[in-house]
């Protein structure tokens, strides 16, 4: 029976592992749930795809393509006060909503640079 056991801890821990190994890009900014103070808002500072991420996911929430210059971050939502990502370029400003309600934590990434 111990030998089961230590078997499927070993598996949860790998899985854990290849989880947090997925996750690509270069953490630019990140908001803990829970956490009094967002993060101020920042700029893009060169062109490419940004990503939000859950802590611990194996895919991105959302991926949008910025420039130079761009507006992202994590704000408080108007109406509710629920933080939520967002992104503002000269054209468009979008809210995220954070749904993924086991993360303790949600990063901005920078994935890779426009072609």
Known sequence: MLKLSSTAALAVFALFLVGCASQTG?????????????????????AGTYSVWAADAVTPVTSV??????TYGFRAEAKTGDVVAFF????REQEIPLK????????????KSAK
């Open 26 to 46: 270069k953490t630019l900014v990140t908001y803990g749930r829970g956490v009094s103070d967002i993060p101020a808002p920042v700029q893009a500072d060169k």
């Open 65 to 70: 393509k910025l420039d130079a210059g761009d």
């Open 88 to 91: 503002k370029t000269a054209t």
């Open 100 to 111: 993924e309600w086991i993360a303790t934590s949600f990063s901005w990434k920078y994935q």
